[in-house]
């Protein structure tokens, strides 16, 4: 009979998280941007099918990186556990911090406990309120903590490269157009620090937006709407005293 | 109660589990104690008294759908309530009126459109009108128990028809029994006036505006011979609850357009009270 070798339990999360970073880092980065309208969300997808951004309930959306069908899996939970609770008490009792918390102890306990194997995902939950200042941005990383972000946040392989670009270039108050240029801006940018380009048909792209008239915030930006953005946003940052000029051009 | 009650605060297994796009599939097998189906009744003799809802009238007109209802809910002879609301927003494209118990009906109301809402965002894609219609029915039936002790709920149900372009209307019976009706369609006590009034002045190239004023000569018939049926209540401005469903998507009519619509309506009563004839031939 053999004995078991002794691993320090440091050693084993040290390399679980590893083991989640990795998976993670194989992904490709989105971002998730606040804007004087509501929060968008940017990031490079080629498929159609396989969403990274979604709507969660009238308010929140969600966004990952890593294993699809991991972060799948955690959306329609978190898709049901809105639903059942909206349903439960009312519509104004669903938020962000209650999925976030849902979320982090799930992350944490899959994470710690021996017999699963860690989620390979970082999600983002965004819940955008009457003003800017009521926006809510919580980022979970694989292990199950929470972060309470502003302004910018990135998630993904290259994350940590892209939030510091972020950072020193988002401000407060952007037009869609202008948050949506930089947040492809900061995508673009390879490891090694070379650009390439991001064909419009290789993004996806939403928005909670509080100017919308419906319960709910959520909606998807594609096609001609996200051509025509992506194109105000390059004029725009050209001549920068234009101000709000792309509020016509975001209605579907 | 909800998520998070159940030992360490994760996610119970039954919310990661992969599977139905359904919420009512999803709360049988995780709480089926709050399906309103599941409940049982007591057993008791006689009528159960709770406010019912009475008349809702639907109409189709070359490019949408109107659904109307007026908005009395009576007990036994009591007037219960004046200015119930029975005709609600499904989801973008239907509309749901409902006739019968109230309280169930607002209930099966806020299920159905959670189930519409759910199915959206776990597929990504809308259910066809069909399916929507179908879940419904499946809804109807499980209420059959307290139908059978005079607790029922007779819906209309009435969507625009995206791949097909056009407006439809779907009506019920207590048993779940779905059938498309062609043209225009009435729910309730006073639904008999209201189709009488709709055979007569119904034509299938109506528009918009002619298809609200339809329904609302519809729903004063009704509240006419109907007693459980309310009238336009002029000194309470309470007028019917008219929605239009097009290609644009569910729409209320203001209550200025109500209240125009049930003012002329009226006005031209006033002069001939039994409301506009249809030639003898």
């Known amino acids: 009979m053999s004995t078991p070798f002794y691993v320090s339990p440091q050693q084993a999360m040290a390399d679980r998280a590893e083991y989640a970073r990795k998976g993670i880092a194989r992904g490709r980065s989105l971002v998730v941007l606040q804007y004087a309208d509501g929060i968008v969300f940017v990031g490079e997808n080629p498929s159609r099918a396989l969403h990274k951004f979604s709507e969660i309930y009238d308010r929140i959306g969600f966004a990952a990186a890593g294993k699809y069908n991991e972060y799948e899996n955690l959306r329609i939970g978190g898709v049901r556990y809105a639903d059942l609770r909206g349903y439960t008490y009312d519509r104004d009792d669903v938020t962000a911090r209650g999925l976030a918390n849902v979320y982090a102890q799930t992350l944490g306990t899959i994470f710690s406990s021996v017999g699963e194997k860690p989620y390979e995902v970082e999600l983002v939950v965004a819940e955008v309120g009457e003003t800017p200042e009521q926006d809510q941005i919580y980022r979970l990383p694989h292990d199950g903590s929470i972060v309470d972000e502003h302004g910018s946040v990135a998630v993904g392989g290259n994350a940590e490269q892209i939030s510091g670009y972020l950072d020193q270039r988002h401000r407060d108050g952007m037009t869609l157009a202008e948050a949506l240029k930089l947040a492809v801006q900061s995508l673009s940018r390879d490891t090694n620090g070379s650009e390439r380009e991001i064909p419009a048909e290789r993004l996806e792209v939403a928005v909670l937006d509080r100017t919308r008239p419906q319960k709910r915030k959520f909606r998807r930006i594609g096609g001609r709407q996200l051509a025509r953005l992506l194109e105000a946003g390059g004029a725009e940052t050209a001549s920068e005293a234009e101000g709000d000029t792309d509020s016509g051009g975001d209605v579907e | ?281």
Do not use: C, W
Not at chain 2, 112 to 120: A, D, N, R
Not at chain 2, 157 to 176: H, M
Not at chain 2, 186 to 197: V, W
């Open chain 2, 1 to 281: 109660m909800e998520a998070n009650t159940h030992g360490t605060g994760r996610l119970p297994a039954a919310f990661l589990t992969p599977g139905s796009s359904s919420f009512m599939d999803f709360l049988s097998e995780h709480q089926p104690e709050l399906l309103p189906g599941k409940r049982s009744l007591p057993p008791v003799k006689g009528v159960i008294e709770a406010p019912h809802g009475t008349t809702i009238v639907a109409v189709t007109f070359p490019g949408g759908v109107v659904l109307a209802g007026d908005r009395r809910a009576t007990m036994g002879n009591v007037i219960a309530q004046r200015d119930i609301e029975k005709v609600f927003p499904a989801d973008e494209y239907s509309a749901v009126g409902i006739a019968g118990t109230a309280g169930l009906a607002v209930e099966m109301v806020k299920l159905f459109q959670l189930e519409l809402e759910h199915f959206e965002k776990v597929e990504g894609a809308q259910l066809s009108l069909e399916g929507k219609a179908n879940r419904l029915s499946t809804m109807i039936r499980s209420n059959l128990g307290m139908a059978m002790q005079g607790l029922a709920v007779v819906p209309l149900f009435a969507g625009y028809d995206v791949d097909r372009e056009k407006g439809r209307i779907f009506s019920y019976d207590v048993t779940g029994g779905r059938s498309e009706e062609q043209g225009y369609a009435a729910t309730g006590s006073g639904s008999i006036f209201a189709r009488g009034a709709m055979k007569k002045l119904f034509r299938d190239d109506l528009n918009e505006a002619e298809a609200t004023t339809l329904v609302v000569q519809a729903l004063y018939d009704a509240a006419d011979d109907d007693s459980a049926t309310g009238g336009p209540d002029v000194a309470r401005r309470i007028y019917p609850i008219v929605t239009v469903i097009t290609e644009d998507g569910y729409r209320r009519l203001t209550e200025d357009e109500a209240s125009g619509i049930a003012r002329s309506v009226l006005e031209r009563r006033l002069e001939q009270p039994d409301g506009p004839r249809a030639s003898l031939l």
